[in-house]
Every structure is written in C-alpha cells, then in structure tokens.
C-alpha cells in the first residue's frame, strides 16, 4: 500500500471504525509511534456472531483482551461463557482497585475508567475445582464426541456409534460410564452378541479397546463429569436483575490432566446450543458470545469427521445468535476452514525466535487486509496488551488494520479472592439445580434386572432386551446387506454420509418357500424379506427418533423440552 501521512492515516482509521450501531470499545490506535485516542478502535456489537480470532504468543495480553471484551459484553446486556485455565479470570467478579499507573494507561487511551464488578456464575467440570458442577449424560455427549475422549479410531468410532443406536432403540438411558460399559458387556454377551449381528456385530477386541479407555477415564476422576443432573445449555444465555448479561466462568484447575476432554466439552456446550436454540437471523446484538481458550487443543489429533462437525457448527450456530471467538498462540493452530469464517481479528505480538515462528509470522500477515503498516514490523515489535486489530464492518466488510493499544480491564486483573468466588457459589441458584449427584434408573440397572428374569422356554420373537435391534443368524445376510444397513444407522445417527463404504451386493439366490415376485432376504435395502423388515424398523425408529431423539452433528442427543 502508497505511504500515507500520519493525519491521512488517523483519519482513515476513524471513518473505518465509526459504526451507526453499539459497539464494544477496544482501544485507541497507534500510528508512528503515537497514540490517538481520537480514532476509537471498536467492533459493532451487531457484527460479534460472524465470530473472532483473539491470538498472540503466550504474556502479550490476550487473556486481558478476553476480560475487556467480556465485561463490555456484560455491560451491554449479553451473556458469556468462556473458560478460565489460569484462575486469572475469577478477577471478573471483584472490581479493580485500580493505580497510578493504570489509571495514566486509560487517560492515554482515552478509556473512561471506573473500576467495578461484574456478575458471574462459577462452574467446574463435574465439580473438579470450585464452582457449580457441569455435568452431561453419555448419551447426550453422543458417539462422535465420546470418541475423541476416548482417542478411539475411525473403526472403533463406528462400533461405538452402533452401541449408541442400540441403547437409543432399546431405551437403555446411558447416563454415565458404568451404563455404557453395561451396554458393551451385553453386547458381546452370549445374550447380547446377536443384538447387533445383521449390521457386523461388535467385535470383542475392539469392546475391550473401549472398556479399556472408560477404565482410564474411572481412574482419572473423569467420570464425575458424566452423569446427572445434566446441565441445560440454556443457563448459559441468563441475565442478571439489573439487565447485565452474566458471565459463566468454567473453572479448570487440572486441564492438563485431561486436555481432550475440556476441548470436546467446549464443542458438546456449542452442539447443544446450535440444537437447541431457535433461528434468529441477523440480531443487534448476539444472544450468547462463547470464547474457546486454549483452541489448538481442540483440533489436536482430531477426526476428519470431528472436523467436519466443528467447520458445519461454526459455520452455522451463528444463525442462533451465537458468537464464537477462539483463543490461541498462533492462527495456524485453527484448520483454515474454521479460520476463514472468523470475521473479527485481534492479533498480539508473535516471536520470531525460530524458522517456524517466522513462517508463522508471514502466514498471519497473509491473513490480514493490505494495510499502510508493515505488519511484520508491528507483529513482532508490539508491546504487552497492544494488538493488530481488523473487524467486520456493519456493511460486512473488513475494517483497516489498526495497531492499537487495548484498554484496560474495570475488573481485577488477576484471581478474586478465594473467599470471594467460594460465596458466590454457595449463594448460586443454580447449585441446587446441578449441585446433588442423582443416580436413576437407566441402562445398568435394566440390563441387570433382565439377566435376573428367569428366561422363558422358548422366547417370543422380538422379546428380550435385544429386541428392535436386528435379527441374529438371518438367513442369506451377506456382506453388501450388513454394509448398506450399517451405513444407514450411521447416517440417521449422524446425519452425514457415512464413513463405511459402499460394498456391491451378490445376486441373492432364491429361497425354498418364497412366493414369485416376493424378494429374498439379501434384497437391497427396503425392500421385502428378514433385511427388508430390518429396514422397514430402520426407517420407521430414524422418523421418531428424528422428532424426538435426534442426534445432531456431533451424535449429540437433542433434549425433550
């Protein structure tokens, strides 16, 4: 871009980030060394669901950055939720006592500072940590998400995604781990294994690869997270009395421990969201702004299906009304299709101390609009809570990249006292919602009170606890039918093409007794005969299911309001 003069510049900078609507202030900008507090960097309030990118390496301030944000959101009547790794975060509900040299900051940038408190509500992943305990039924989690928790293959995916569709069918309620565990035991059971036999079966060393991972996840203390009371994602859109949008802050003080489960916990909170939430179209201001910290470990080692997933929710929940803006050391960590979806940018200072760090850094500079700055200078010269800022325009269009030095948090910048937070989530009402532990009645249960029915001579059709989910030993089943049946559970469970491919049937061969025209067992799928029955419940359960237990991108479950 032509050198511009410093007043040009200004100048463009304030006709680019002067906006009709609210706005969230997010500093002053910088041009040639000086700060001009009289071109306000902002981001249209409107504009916050076509999401964000808040990146830079690890002390340059983006965790301040997220605070200032955050409370503003508050301030203007709009929930919150985002996770707090480090304990800084609690700070949000204690107000900033402020000092000399804060205070000489907000002059410089023209903040008009007061320090103050903001509401916030403390969870904790299944009570690890203070807060009030987040907790999410297995069969809600969904196969997909299970999956990645468990670090199963695409293989051991699938058959978990059947043992979701049997207890589904059969109403074995998976509510936590000792259930599913009961459900894979039954499967390969003398009793069970001829449940799933018309779609492949389930193999005993890829059930043992699960109940091996759930013993690990028991022994990790991981499996307080599942169970009930399920948390309802709709208490994350709450207001409090005076109008101000309460923040939910998820404490994780042993994230290290399990990382993949914080970062699939954070997509199931979205998934939930997108299924539950009504369309909403294009609103002043967003109905919930979800920041995701620590977001390269969400893509770490993650399924193409799990990508698929996270690509189609980003692209879409911001219909709902949702807002999501990712937190991480380096755009790169963010797959580019999610990258190209994040319409608001706040870059703090990259290092440049390796080969890999200064691709990193030309590959950000890539990413920006052409700017009158030299963004590679700005990049790596930039000081603490100072960031390269481009947001969308109320028009949909980039706004000029803008050095600008971020203001400052009203809160604590650092953790609240631990007396503090511990009354506020001894006075939360929703501890009492989420806070006891409630063990009903669901698969373990049932699967054990039917091994103790005395069985039945000779057992009716369909009865048992296997029953609905296929018929053992049918005669002429070949491979194409189990394939082309197993595709289509998939399908209805995940509502995507299937991973499985596709397997060219034989010709059936006719059977002793059929009538002229009356197709054979081995007939494509819907059509007659013991495959085409099998199909025909198919169909029929992924209508009803469709209504009722639906499960979304992720095999999550949609809930019955």
Not at 144 to 155: F, H, I, P, S
Not at 201 to 213: F, M, P, Y
Not at 256 to 266: I, R, V
């Amino acid at each position: 871009m032509a050198s511009i003069s410093t007043a040009e510049h200004v100048a463009q900078l304030q006709r680019g980030y002067t906006f009709e609507g609210t706005a969230v202030n997010l500093g002053a900008a910088l041009v040639d060394g000086e700060v001009h507090p009289e071109a306000a960097i902002r981001l249209p309030l409107a504009m916050m669901n076509r999401h964000g990118l808040i990146a830079g390496a690890t002390g340059t301030g983006k965790t301040i950055t997220l605070q200032v944000i955050a409370e503003q959101l508050s301030a203007h009547g709009v929930p919150v939720f985002l996770a707090d790794i480090k304990g800084d975060l609690t700070g949000l509900s204690t107000a900033s006592a402020g000092s000399g040299k804060l205070l000489a900051r907000t002059r410089s940038v023209g903040q008009a500072w007061a320090g103050r408190s903001f509401p916030v509500e403390y969870f904790s992943l299944g009570g690890d940590g203070r807060g009030v305990p987040l907790r999410a039924r297995i069969s809600d989690f969904g196969p997909l998400l299970l999956a990645r928790v468990l670090d199963l293959n695409e293989t051991q995916e699938s058959s978990l995604q059947l043992v979701f569709h049997y207890a589904d069918r059969n109403d074995l309620e998976l509510y936590n781990l000792a259930d599913l565990r009961a459900v894979i035991q039954f499967l390969v059971s003398a009793e069970g294994k001829a449940a799933l036999a018309d779609l492949g079966g389930l193999s005993k060393a890829t059930a043992g690869v699960i109940l091996r991972e759930l013993v690990a996840l028991e022994a990790e203390g991981m499996d307080r997270f599942f169970g009930e009371t399920a948390f309802d994602t709709v208490d994350l859109l709450r207001t409090a009395p005076d109008g101000r949008g309460i923040i939910s802050c998820l404490e994780l003080p042993t994230l290290q421990a399990k990382p993949a489960l914080f970062s699939t916990f954070m997509m199931w909170l979205l998934a939930d969201l997108f299924a539950e939430l009504p369309e909403v179209g294009d609103v002043d201001q967003p109905k919930l702004v979800f920041f995701l910290d620590e977001a390269h470990l969400l893509f770490r080692n993650a399924s193409k299906a799990f990508l698929e997933s996270i690509m189609t929710t980003v692209r879409l929940i911001r219909s709902k009304g949702v807002g999501v803006f990712f937190v991480t050391q380096t755009p790169k960590d963010v797959p580019d299709e999610v990258l190209g979806q994040l319409a608001n940018r706040v870059q703090h200072a990259l290092r440049a101390f390796t080969p890999d760090d200064a691709k990193a850094l030309k590959a950000t500079v890539s990413t920006f609009p052409v700017s009158a700055y030299d963004l590679e200078e700005v990049l790596t010269t930039a000081g603490i809570g100072e960031a390269a800022v481009t947001v969308m325009n109320e028009r949909g269009a980039p706004t000029p990249v803008a050095w600008t030095r971020m203001y400052s948090p009203e809160s604590t910048m650092g953790p609240s006292p631990a007396a503090s937070v511990d009354a506020l989530v001894e006075s939360s009402a929703l501890l009492p919602k989420y806070g006891p532990v409630v063990d009903s009645v669901s698969a373990e249960e049932k699967l054990a009170a039917a091994a103790a029915r005395p069985v039945p001579a000779t057992p009716a059709a369909g009865s048992g606890p296997a029953a609905g989910a296929g018929r053992a030993g049918t005669s002429g089943t070949d491979q194409a039918s189990v394939d082309a049946e197993a595709r289509r559970i998939e399908e209805q469970i995940l509502g995507r093409p299937a991973s499985r491919p596709a397997t060219r049937p034989a010709p059936p061969e006719p059977r002793a007794g059929d009538r002229p025209g009356k197709p054979t067992a081995t007939a494509p799928a819907g059509d007659g005969g013991a495959s085409g029955a099998f199909m025909d419940v198919a169909v029929q359960a992924a209508t009803a299911f469709g209504r009722e237990l639906a499960r979304g991108l992720f095999g999550t479950r949609r809930r019955r309001r």
